[in-house]
Every structure is written in C-alpha cells, then in structure tokens.
C-alpha cells in the first residue's frame, strides 16, 4: 500500500468500511502482509548493533552478553501492545501520546519529553551519517587523507542530498523493499563471521559464553551498559515509529472503524495476530545481528585492546573483518557497514519525518487527517532533516559518543512509552482485543524491567547511581 495518499478514500490513516480486508489465517498466509518490521529492523541493525553494541563488546569483553540478550527481548512486549492500540484506533503513537494527562497546554508531558528525546537524536543520526560517511571517504577518499575534513564534508553532503533524493516519494513499498535489501546485505555476512570465528585465532568458547551471562556490569562500563539497552533491540524511538509503519501497511485500515461488532473484533484480532508474525521476525532479525555484533567486538577488538573511537570508529571495526578474513576483507567490510548503516538512515528519514509532522498536528499546526497537508509536511522534514543531521556530524565529529548519548536519552523516554502505552491499553483498547496471560505478564515484566533501569539512568547521570 502507497505512504503517499492523495484522497482520503485511499488514506491508510482514515479508516471507512470500504477498506475492510478480512485477515489472513497461518503463517503462510500471513507472510505477504509482513513489513512494518523489517523497516523497524533496518532502524535497528545500524547505529546500535555495528556501533553501540561492537563497542560495548570492545570495551568489556564477554561479561555484558546477558544485557544483549535482555535488551532485544525486554521491550518487544512494549512495542506490540502500543501497536495494538494503533491497529484498534488507526492512530500513531504520537496522537496517543498527547492524550496521557497531565497536559501542557495542548501538549501532553510525554510529547514535550518526545521532544527533548528528538533533540538527542540529532547527535545520535548526526553519527550514523557521519559512520555511513567515514565508510565511504575511506573506500573512495576525496584526497590523500580519507579522514580529513574535506572528504568528510563532500560524502557526507552527497549522503544527507542523496537520501533525500530516494526518499522524497514516501512511498511505503519503496520504503519495505529498500529496508529488507539493506538489513539482508549486511547481517547474513556478519553472523556468518560470528559463527566461524571459533575456527579462527580468536576463537572463543562455552566458557566465554557462560562468563557473558552471569548478570553482572563490570566497574566502568555503566554508562556504555545504559547506553546499550537503550539502543538495542526496540528503542523508545523504534517503539513509537512502528505503530505508524503498522498503519501505512493497511492493518488498520483493513480491521475498520470499530462499531462494536463482534465481525469487527474478529478482523481486530486477526490483523493484531499478523502484527505478532511482524514483530517476532523483525525480533529474530535484530537478535541475531545484535549477538553477532558484540561477539565480535569481544572475541576480536577487546583482547587487542581496540575500542571504537571518534573518526577512526570505522577503521577500528574494520579489525573484524581483516583481523579474521586478512586485509582483503576490508573493502567487504566498508560495503557492508555503509549498507548497515545507511539502512538505518534509510528507515530514519522517513519515520522522523512522520513523527516530527505529527507532533506538530498536536501542536495545531496542521491536521493530521488532511492527507495532502500531511504528505507536504512530510516531504518538508524528508528535506530538513538529513541536512541537519549533517550539519551536526560535521561540528562534532565524534559517531561513537554521538551514538551514545542518543542512547542514554533512548532509554529514559522508555520509560515514559511504557506510561503511555498502559494509560492508552486501560481508556482506549477495547477490552477484547488484548493479550492473554502470558502475553499480559511478559508486558508487566517488560513494563517494570524498563522502569527500573529508566530509573538508574536517571541516578546515573544526575550522579547519584550506587556504583
């Protein structure tokens, strides 16, 4: 389905009962209306697996596996219980977000937290620009040095104009297939690697392995630790932009205006059930790119005493690759962190394009339901956007704490996701619609593991942590 309506007729975000698809049953069925999550995993398999992560793994070796672990799993019960209040309402996460009392004037305390989370995330997206643009300076330098400022400037440009280009369209389908090409280039190679670096120098063992799950964070690696789980796996970000994916897909659409019907509940159920077949393979996809990432940042970088810094982040990753394969296999790798990580501007451009406009549509500057007004607005920060994170880029130059700082932030505007969702599950879910009970507990313990740790960042960084 076209992210470009024209009328409201064919507007994914108006529902009317011509829209009305009945839900496919099965998994072979269902397979054709996946989506959503593959753009989440583009998000995903990027700034957090090839940066965050390797680095984490760099710097503590194998003693954080746990938290790899823990992260990608946590919040998926979060990500699915918000998308299920979309696909009942038909509205984005940000629509949802303003109505959680107590209000600010017209802005509900979650956006105006939203906001100051998107404030970070330009240093965060201004260093997966600056990545992608080291990767490429280095495979194609504009001058003697890849690394000065001059290379940087020109690839970095050509990347923030270029994206722009893509993705001024919109298109949902553009944006799907884009994504899966992208996340499929870069992680299939990479857990390759991760499987055989047994069978190479710097193999390691059962015993790595079971050192990494012991449920401890070493001395000094909190704020990397934090960072991480932030990050990692769905972040606050990728939480909230999947609800709007969800809908541009056509499962609300599809299930209709509620009217109380017990047809209606039963198409609800049924589209909510393909969204659960989404979220898992997306889970799988970033799982298994998340695990791939840190065993190698702790099997290869952290006994060479290699951690990622500042622009030399990409030649240090690179160590991977040529420390494993030889010095061949680091042109592989340049192509493969450009695909990783350029698959997260890929996905980015477009979902913070939709979640800046609907901010402002909380705010009255626009009305959301217009689609003609929503597409412009759309288009305005599909522009705005990637020359910013550009600008940014260029003034720090610095991917790593760029990346990082993004993820502190990530992990407490978690926090408040899980606020929203489970005000929005008690006044706007319809009762028939939700979970089971062993989805409704993983959602509590999701729900209190994510406030705990919201709660530690916050100590942490006003330096009150306990160590």
């Not at 499987?195 to 193999?203: D, E, K, N, R, V």
């Not at 990728?238 to 709007?244: A, C, D, G, L, S």
């Not at 420390?323 to 501007?345: C, H, K, N, R, Y």
């Amino acid at each position: 389905m076209s992210a470009t309506p024209e009328t409201t007729s064919t507007d994914p975000y108006t529902l009317t009962p011509e829209g009305i698809k009945d839900p496919p049953v099965g998994w072979r069925a269902s397979f054709r209306y996946l989506g959503p999550g593959l753009i989440l995993s583009a998000s995903i398999v990027g700034s957090g697996e090839l940066i965050a992560t390797t680095t984490l793994g760099a710097e503590v070796g194998f003693a954080l596996l746990w938290l790899v672990i823990f992260s990608t799993f946590v919040k998926v019960a979060v990500q699915v219980e918000l998308a299920r209040w979309t696909i009942a309402t038909g509205q984005p996460a940000l629509t949802g977000y303003n109505r959680v009392p107590p209000r600010i004037g017209r802005m509900g305390w979650v956006n105006v937290l939203w906001m100051v989370l998107a404030l970070t995330k330009l240093l965060q997206l201004g260093g997966i620009i600056g990545g992608t643009a080291v990767a490429f300076s280095i495979l194609l330098p504009f001058g003697p040095d890849p690394l000065a400022f001059q290379s940087l400037l020109i690839w970095t440009s050509m990347l923030a104009l270029g994206s722009i280009a893509l993705l001024w369209t919109n298109s949902y389908r553009l944006i799907e297939r884009g994504a899966v090409l992208l996340v499929v280039i870069f992680t299939f190679v990479t857990v390759g690697i991760a499987l055989g670096l047994p069978f190479t120098p710097f193999a390691y063992g059962a015993g790595d392995v079971a050192s990494g799950l012991t449920f401890l964070i070493p001395a000094g690696a909190v704020g990397a630790a934090i960072a991480m789980f932030g990050i990692t796996g769905v972040g606050a970000d990728e939480i909230t932009f999947y609800t709007y994916w969800c809908i541009e897909k056509g499962y609300a659409r599809w299930t209709g205006p509620n009217d109380g019907s017990e047809a209606w509940v039963r198409r609800a159920n049924g589209w909510i059930r393909v969204m659960y077949k989404d979220a898992f393979v997306s889970w799988l996809v970033y799982t298994f790119g998340t695990l791939a990432f840190y065993l190698m940042g702790a099997a290869v970088l952290n006994p060479q005493g290699l951690v990622p810094e500042g622009n030399g982040m990409i030649t240090t990753l690179s160590r991977i690759y040529t420390d494993v394969l030889g010095e061949w296999a680091s042109i592989a790798f340049l192509i493969g962190a450009i695909a990783v990580l350029g698959s997260t501007m890929w996905a980015a451009v477009p979902s913070w394009s939709r979640m800046y406009v609907n901010l402002l549509a909380t705010m009255g500057v626009l009305d959301w339901q217009d689609p003609v007004a929503r597409l412009r607005w759309i288009r305005i920060f599909t522009v705005a956007l990637p020359l910013l994170w550009a600008a940014v880029y260029l003034t720090i130059q610095s991917p790593v704490v760029m990346v990082q700082i993004g993820g502190v932030m990530t992990g407490i505007f978690l926090v408040a996701t899980v606020v929203a969702v489970w005000y929005l599950r008690s006044t706007e879910t319809d009762p028939r619609l939700r979970g089971g009970s062993a989805f409704n507990t993983l959602l509590v313990v999701s729900s209190l593991a994510i406030g705990l740790l919201g709660i530690y960042t916050l100590l942490e960084v006003f330096g009150l942590g306990i160590g």
